[in-house]
């Protein structure tokens, strides 16, 4: 193959590669939003439906004030009539938190997931370019072995390495005290 072909074919995969880079981002943005719009549509109503409970609070309170105006005490202090007029929403208010809840665990394992799965992408990138160091030669078995050794360590400590790389984001270590750790986790 003559280097206008070898040039034309690498121009196809980049071109490839964007257009298969842009459709995953498209898709991904549209089922983020997506996401986000369910979740704000519920957190409204979650919000509705607290300030409909409220007024039904301040419905109970102002029975109880006048029931102790105006009550002997002979009578019962009654308030069946709220506490039915509530019951819907408390269940819808209960259905509302747990779906809530269950999409914000799912939103945390999925950021989860693409976490380990850059961090995978990285080291298996990192990797290649040291099989194609040792395949032309570019370093010896030895340097192999040692690079090959710390990007393995790097990727199966990933959590713990994410964890001293968000104490340093918080301010919680400095500089020197995350390289530090870092060193120590590494060797």
Do not use: C, W
Request: aromatic share 6%; net charge negative.
């Amino acid at each position: 193959m003559d280097m206008f072909g070898r040039a034309t074919k690498a121009v196809k995969e980049v071109g490839e590669n964007v257009i298969d880079s842009a459709k995953s981002i498209g898709t991904s943005i549209y089922s983020t939003s997506k996401e986000q719009s369910e979740l704000a549509g519920m957190k409204v109503q979650k919000s509705v439906i607290e300030r409909r409970l409220e007024e039904s609070y301040a419905k109970i309170g102002k029975r109880y004030v006048e029931y102790m105006n105006q009550s002997d005490g002979s009578e019962a202090f009654d308030i069946a009539d709220i506490l039915e007029e509530m019951k819907p929403d408390f269940d819808k208010l209960d259905e509302i938190i747990s779906t809530l809840q269950e999409k914000e665990d799912e939103a945390k394992r999925e950021e989860e997931e693409k976490r380990r799965k850059k961090a995978l992408d990285e080291y298996e990138s990192q990797k290649a370019k040291l099989d194609k160091a040792l395949e032309m030669e570019i370093i010896t078995a030895e340097e192999y072995d040692e690079k090959i050794a710390v990007i393995q360590k790097k990727y199966e400590n990933y959590d713990q390495l994410r964890k001293i790389d968000m104490q340093l984001q918080m301010g919680i270590i400095t500089n020197k005290e995350h390289a530090a750790k870092v060193n120590n986790i590494l060797g």
